[in-house]
């Protein structure tokens, strides 16, 4: 628990400890990815309007008695 502790107030001052596997930073990690992630973020937000208001209005604009129940 007390390490746990240690690492919580750690963390909470912005010192996220090191990567075992990397050796580094785990903030800079972060910060290196951070970039990417948010332009992956926007254009999969874009992607997603972009086909989910056509389909709604021609899913509204159709009549079917099998679909609507």
């Given amino acids: 628990m007390a390490r ?7 963390f909470l001052t912005g010192d ?10 785990v903030a800079d ?3 290196d ?3 990417i992630t948010f332009l ?6 874009l992607f997603t309007v972009v ?5 709604g209005i021609l899913a509204g604009s159709i009549r079917s ?5």
Avoid at 16 to 25: A, E, I, K, L, R
Avoid at 40 to 45: D, H, Y
């Fill in 4 to 10: 746990y502790w240690d690492w919580l107030t750690a």
């Fill in 16 to 25: 996220m400890g090191t990567s075992y596997s990397y050796h580094m930073p």
């Fill in 29 to 31: 990690m972060l910060s």
């Fill in 33 to 35: 990815k951070l970039p």
């Fill in 40 to 45: 992956l973020t926007i254009l999969s937000f």
């Fill in 51 to 55: 086909l989910s208001i056509p389909l």
């Fill in 65 to 69: 008695k099998v679909l609507d129940g």
